[in-house]
Nanobody, 128 residues
Framework: QVQLVESGGGSVQAGGSLKLSCAVS????????MAWFRQAPGKEREGVAG?????????TYADSVKGRFTISRDNAKNTVDLQMNSLLPEDSAMYYC????????????????????WGQGTQVTVSS
């Protein structure tokens, strides 16, 4: 059974950085397509960053985080990480790791219904 456990959330001031980590058990991250989502109170869960499984490992990002966030895999630790720099108050949300993607990647990666496995989330709060 696949399990995802997020960590690394916390409270920072605007302009600061955090690194989130999603520890994966049940399969090898290098072979899997995975993503990070976030959900703020009263808002829809939105895709933030995704990375294709296999040899390509091509990352993709939501426009709101391009140039500030970086998704990567640590194959030695079997984790998928999200480095977040230049954080803004609007980045405040619960952040979730997602796996078991189904669909056409570029058309569907931001759709929460494209993923069957989720972690419990880690809270990120950015103060101005």
């Amino acid at each position: 059974q696949v399990q995802l456990v997020e960590s690394g959330g916390g409270s920072v001031q605007a302009g600061g950085s955090l690194k989130l980590s999603c520890a994966v058990s049940g399969y090898t991250v290098s072979t899997r397509t995975m993503a990070w989502f976030r959900q703020a109170p009263g808002k829809e869960r939105e895709g933030v960053a995704g990375i294709l499984g296999g040899g390509s490992g091509s990352p993709t990002y939501a426009d709101s985080v391009k140039g500030r966030f970086t998704i990567s895999r640590d194959n030695a630790k079997n984790t998928v990480d999200l480095q977040m720099n230049s954080l803004l108050p609007e980045d405040s949300a619960m952040y979730y790791c997602a796996a078991d993607f189904r669909g056409a990647w570029y058309a569907s990666w931001t759709n929460r219904r494209s993923y069957n496995t989720w972690g419990q989330g880690t809270q990120v709060t950015v103060s101005s």
